[in-house]
């Protein structure tokens, strides 16, 4: 089953524009993560933000979590082409991953 | 480190015959692998959990009989679609987590993926 949703489902930016996907979820959780796929490919993953932090960076990326609202987003700042790409958020349950459905990015050069 | 490969890439195979497709982890040891499912555009779902050396544990609505998954080593795990119809037809993803982790342990390594054509 999944865990939740992502929005917006497909997001286009031009290069050097930010782009920010949002993840929400319905259960309790110890941590969320968040992976990269590029096309048919497998998945990378990119951050791992716990329970009790709020704000986690890792170079362009930027994780918030609101856990009273169920909730995460990811930031990429100054995006390039290379990071078009689809983004999954994941949450753990017993060392199963549940992803949410993605967010489809395309950055335009 | 950390690295996953699957083989075969894809693979293309006639309505009614089995395939196999292998996982492994080449430089670290993985007491739990796990498969997964993708179809166009959607995201991963999770088809079982494979431990080594015991049987696998499959989620809700996956048919043990059809995707048998074997898990002899620490290095290898392999998930045989069975008598392949086309709606197998699919993007077959495995992961794997380190041996020896903590019974938390959070961060999985996938697999580049397998694509299955079943004509």
């Known amino acids: 089953s999944q865990q939740g949703e992502e929005d917006p489902q497909a997001l286009s930016i031009q290069e050097g524009e930010n782009a920010t996907m949002n993840c929400s979820y319905k259960t309790s959780i110890n941590n969320l993560q968040w992976y990269r796929q590029n096309s048919g490919r497998g998945l990378v993953h990119l951050i791992l933000?716990?329970?009790?932090?709020r704000e986690k960076h890792s170079g362009r990326l930027r994780v918030t979590l609101d856990t009273s609202k169920k909730s995460s987003s990811l930031l990429i700042t100054a995006s390039r082409a290379a990071d078009t790409a689809s983004y999954f958020c994941a949450t753990g349950e017993r060392r199963k991953l549940i992803f949410g459905q993605g967010t489809e990015l395309s950055v335009k050069p | 480190g950390a690295v996953v490969s699957q083989h075969p890439s894809r693979v293309i195979c006639k309505s009614g015959t089995s395939v196999k497709i292998e996982c492994r982890s080449l430089?670290?040891?993985?007491?739990?692998m796990f498969w997964y499912r993708q179809f166009p555009k959607q995201s991963l779902m999770l088809m079982a959990t494979?431990?080594?050396?015991?049987?696998?544990?499959?989620e809700q609505g996956v048919e043990k009989d059809k995707f048998l998954i074997n898990h002899a080593s620490l290095t290898l795990s392999t998930l045989t679609v069975t008598s392949a119809h086309p709606e197998d037809s699919s993007f077959y993803i495995c992961?794997?987590?380190?041996?020896?982790?903590?019974?938390?342990?959070?961060?999985?390594?996938f697999g580049p993926g397998t694509r299955l054509l079943v004509l």
């Open positions: 933000i716990r329970s009790n932090e």
């Open positions: 494979s431990n080594e050396g015991s049987k696998a544990t499959y």
């Open positions: 430089d670290f040891q993985a007491t739990t």
């Open positions: 992961s794997a987590d380190l041996a020896g982790g903590p019974s938390n342990q959070e961060t999985q390594y």
